[in-house]
C-alpha cells in the first residue's frame, strides 16, 4: 500500500476520533444537529470540490492539505460543545456558525498555502 494512502487513512481515523467524545456530549446534552454531522464529515468533499473547480494552487504537493483539513472539525467541535454548556439557548445557531468556521478555514487553506513542486 502506497504511504501517502496509509497516513491520510491514520489521519482520518484521528480526525473521527476526536469527534466522538463531541459527539457522545451533544447527544447527551440533546444539542447535536444535522450542522454537526456536517462539519464532521463534510471537510474532504468540501477540499475535493474547490479542488475541482481549481480553487488555490493545482499541484500534487498540495495533498499535503489533506490531513491539516481532516484535523480542523475535532477542535471546532469540541469547543463548540464547551460553548453552548454556557448558552444552550443557541446551540442550532453554533453548530451553524461552526460549520462556516471550518468552510473558512478550509478555503483558506487552498487559497494560502503555496503550489508545492510534487
Known amino acids: 500500500m502506497d504511504a501517502t494512502l496509509i497516513v491520510i487513512g491514520i489521519v482520518l481515523v484521528v480526525a473521527v476520533v476526536l469527534c466522538i ?3 457522545y456530549l451533544g447527544q447527551r446534552a440533546k444539542t447535536w444537529y444535522p450542522w454537526d454531522y456536517l462539519t464532521t464529515f463534510a471537510s474532504l468533499p468540501i477540499w475535493i470540490l474547490l479542488a475541482l473547480f481549481h480553487v ?3 499541484s500534487m504537493g498540495n495533498f499535503i492539505e489533506v490531513p491539516l483539513i ?3 472539525p475535532g477542535p471546532l467541535l469540541a469547543a ?3 460553548i453552548v454548556k454556557r448558552m444552550p439557548a443557541k446551540a442550532e445557531r453554533l453548530s451553524i456558525i461552526t460549520f462556516g468556521i471550518l468552510v473558512a478555514l478550509i478555503l483558506a487553506v487552498r487559497l494560502l498555502i503555496p ?3 510534487e
Open 21 to 23: 467524545g463531541a459527539w
Open 70 to 72: 481532516l484535523v480542523f
Open 80 to 82: 463548540k460543545t464547551v
Open 56 to 58: 488555490g494552487s493545482q
Open 115 to 117: 503550489e508545492i513542486p
